[in-house]
Protein backbone atom coordinates (compact mmCIF):
# COMPACT_ATOMS: atom_id res chain seq x y z
CA UNK A 1 0.00 0.00 0.00
CA UNK A 2 1.16 3.33 -1.13
CA UNK A 3 2.01 5.27 2.46
CA UNK A 4 -0.52 8.16 3.23
CA UNK A 5 1.05 11.29 2.90
CA UNK A 6 0.61 14.18 5.69
CA UNK A 7 1.92 17.82 5.26
CA UNK A 8 1.13 19.83 8.16
CA UNK A 9 1.60 24.00 7.55
CA UNK A 10 2.23 27.10 9.94
CA UNK A 11 3.65 30.55 9.37
CA UNK A 12 7.13 30.05 10.41
CA UNK A 13 7.59 26.19 10.18
CA UNK A 14 9.33 26.37 13.51
CA UNK A 15 7.50 26.30 16.44
CA UNK A 16 3.74 25.14 15.71
CA UNK A 17 4.11 22.45 12.41
CA UNK A 18 7.54 20.80 13.34
CA UNK A 19 6.42 19.88 16.58
CA UNK A 20 2.74 18.43 14.75
CA UNK A 21 5.07 16.25 12.51
CA UNK A 22 7.33 14.96 15.15
CA UNK A 23 4.41 14.54 17.51
CA UNK A 24 1.90 12.80 14.55
CA UNK A 25 5.05 10.60 13.82
CA UNK A 26 5.61 9.51 17.51
CA UNK A 27 1.85 8.27 17.88
CA UNK A 28 2.12 6.51 14.87
CA UNK A 29 4.83 4.56 15.57
CA UNK A 30 3.12 3.99 19.09
CA UNK A 31 0.10 2.19 17.45
CA UNK A 32 1.96 0.11 15.09
CA UNK A 33 1.39 2.38 12.08
CA UNK A 34 4.59 3.97 11.25
CA UNK A 35 4.77 2.14 7.79
CA UNK A 36 1.44 3.47 6.94
CA UNK A 37 2.43 6.93 6.86
CA UNK A 38 4.69 9.80 5.75
CA UNK A 39 5.16 13.32 7.28
CA UNK A 40 6.20 16.35 6.69
CA UNK A 41 5.91 20.26 7.80
CA UNK A 42 6.68 23.57 6.06
CA UNK A 43 5.74 27.04 6.53
CA UNK A 44 3.89 29.69 4.29
CA UNK A 45 6.69 31.83 4.77
CA UNK A 46 9.71 32.01 3.77
CA UNK A 47 11.07 33.53 6.90
CA UNK A 48 13.07 30.86 8.48
CA UNK A 49 13.85 28.57 5.48
CA UNK A 50 16.63 25.94 6.59
CA UNK A 51 16.46 26.99 10.23
CA UNK A 52 16.43 24.64 13.02
CA UNK A 53 12.68 24.37 15.66
CA UNK A 54 12.47 27.47 17.64
CA UNK A 55 14.79 26.60 20.74
CA UNK A 56 11.70 26.86 23.20
CA UNK A 57 9.65 24.38 21.42
CA UNK A 58 12.37 22.14 21.10
CA UNK A 59 12.79 22.17 24.83
CA UNK A 60 9.39 21.86 25.24
CA UNK A 61 9.13 18.93 22.98
CA UNK A 62 11.98 17.38 24.99
CA UNK A 63 10.10 17.85 28.81
CA UNK A 64 7.27 16.07 27.12
CA UNK A 65 9.34 12.93 25.76
CA UNK A 66 9.04 13.88 22.00
CA UNK A 67 12.83 14.89 19.56
CA UNK A 68 12.11 16.83 16.76
CA UNK A 69 14.51 16.62 13.45
CA UNK A 70 13.16 19.31 10.99
CA UNK A 71 14.42 22.09 9.29
CA UNK A 72 12.23 24.94 7.99
CA UNK A 73 10.88 25.18 4.56
CA UNK A 74 8.17 27.04 2.72
CA UNK A 75 4.70 25.60 1.20
CA UNK A 76 5.19 24.87 -2.85
CA UNK A 77 2.75 24.54 -5.39
CA UNK A 78 3.73 21.28 -5.56
CA UNK A 79 3.02 20.32 -1.94
CA UNK A 80 -0.62 20.91 -2.87
CA UNK A 81 -0.62 17.96 -5.58
CA UNK A 82 1.65 15.84 -3.58
CA UNK A 83 -0.02 15.25 -0.08
CA UNK A 84 -2.78 13.53 0.73
CA UNK A 85 -3.80 15.52 4.10
CA UNK A 86 -2.40 19.52 4.66
CA UNK A 87 -3.20 20.51 8.38
CA UNK A 88 -3.43 24.33 9.04
CA UNK A 89 -2.40 25.62 12.32
CA UNK A 90 -4.75 28.53 12.15
CA UNK A 91 -7.42 30.08 10.20
CA UNK A 92 -4.58 32.55 8.15
CA UNK A 93 -2.55 29.42 7.43
CA UNK A 94 -5.91 27.69 6.05
CA UNK A 95 -6.76 30.89 3.89
CA UNK A 96 -3.02 31.08 2.75
CA UNK A 97 -2.92 27.41 1.55
CA UNK A 98 -6.43 28.07 -0.16
CA UNK A 99 -4.99 31.01 -1.87
CA UNK A 100 -2.08 28.93 -3.52
CA UNK A 101 -4.61 26.00 -4.40
CA UNK A 102 -6.08 29.31 -6.15
CA UNK A 103 -9.49 27.45 -7.44
CA UNK A 104 -7.63 23.80 -7.53
CA UNK A 105 -10.23 21.86 -5.26
CA UNK A 106 -8.75 20.95 -2.05
CA UNK A 107 -11.99 19.24 -0.43
CA UNK A 108 -10.91 16.24 1.85
CA UNK A 109 -7.40 17.53 1.79
CA UNK A 110 -7.25 20.71 3.69
CA UNK A 111 -8.11 20.77 6.99
CA UNK A 112 -7.77 23.08 10.38
CA UNK A 113 -5.88 21.20 13.10
CA UNK A 114 -8.20 21.45 15.40
CA UNK A 115 -11.17 20.32 13.30
CA UNK A 116 -10.14 16.97 15.08
CA UNK A 117 -9.50 18.39 18.83
CA UNK A 118 -12.01 16.91 20.84
CA UNK A 119 -12.12 19.94 23.41
CA UNK A 120 -11.39 22.76 20.56
CA UNK A 121 -12.46 25.72 21.92
CA UNK A 122 -11.76 27.85 18.87
CA UNK A 123 -10.83 26.55 15.95
CA UNK A 124 -6.69 27.77 15.85
CA UNK A 125 -3.29 26.39 17.45
CA UNK A 126 -2.15 29.59 18.64
CA UNK A 127 0.97 31.18 17.60
CA UNK A 128 3.57 30.96 20.45
CA UNK A 129 6.00 32.75 19.09
CA UNK A 130 5.79 36.00 21.04
CA UNK A 131 4.70 34.82 23.79
CA UNK A 132 6.12 33.26 26.87
CA UNK A 133 6.63 29.27 28.02
CA UNK A 134 3.38 28.10 29.07
CA UNK A 135 2.57 29.18 25.23
CA UNK A 136 4.63 26.37 24.06
CA UNK A 137 2.84 23.52 26.44
CA UNK A 138 -0.61 24.79 25.46
CA UNK A 139 0.11 24.52 22.22
CA UNK A 140 1.62 20.78 23.08
CA UNK A 141 -1.53 19.68 24.76
CA UNK A 142 -4.07 21.34 21.43
CA UNK A 143 -1.71 19.25 18.53
CA UNK A 144 -1.52 16.20 21.00
CA UNK A 145 -5.31 16.06 21.60
CA UNK A 146 -5.75 17.34 17.43
CA UNK A 147 -3.49 14.45 16.01
CA UNK A 148 -5.09 11.86 18.23
CA UNK A 149 -8.38 12.92 17.04
CA UNK A 150 -6.60 13.14 13.63
CA UNK A 151 -5.27 9.65 13.75
CA UNK A 152 -8.85 8.02 14.96
CA UNK A 153 -10.46 10.19 12.09
CA UNK A 154 -7.74 8.34 9.74
CA UNK A 155 -8.34 4.87 10.46
CA UNK A 156 -11.93 4.94 9.86
CA UNK A 157 -11.36 7.06 6.94
CA UNK A 158 -8.72 4.18 5.80
CA UNK A 159 -9.63 1.32 7.13
CA UNK A 160 -6.30 0.88 9.24
CA UNK A 161 -5.97 -2.40 11.35
CA UNK A 162 -5.97 -2.02 15.10
CA UNK A 163 -2.32 -2.72 15.74
CA UNK A 164 -2.26 -0.31 18.80
CA UNK A 165 1.16 -1.44 20.85
CA UNK A 166 0.76 1.10 23.26
CA UNK A 167 -1.61 4.53 23.62
P1 LIG B 1 5.09 29.08 13.82
O1 LIG B 1 5.47 30.34 14.73
O2 LIG B 1 4.25 29.59 12.67
O3 LIG B 1 4.30 28.21 14.74
O4 LIG B 1 6.39 28.45 13.37
C1 LIG B 1 6.08 31.48 14.19
C2 LIG B 1 7.45 31.48 14.00
C3 LIG B 1 8.07 32.61 13.49
C4 LIG B 1 7.32 33.72 13.18
C5 LIG B 1 5.96 33.71 13.37
C6 LIG B 1 5.33 32.58 13.88
N1 LIG B 1 7.96 34.89 12.69
O5 LIG B 1 7.28 35.90 12.49
O6 LIG B 1 9.19 34.86 12.44
Known amino acids: MKPISVLFVCLGNICRSPLAEALFNHKTRQRGWKDYFIADSCGTSGYHIGDPPDRRTLANARKNGIEINHRGRQLSQQDLDRFDYILAMDEDNYADVALLASGKNL?????????????????????????????????????????????????????????????
Open 107 to 167: KDKLYLMRHFDAQAHGTSVPDPYYGGEEGFQQVFEILDRSIEGFLDYLATRHSLANQHLKR
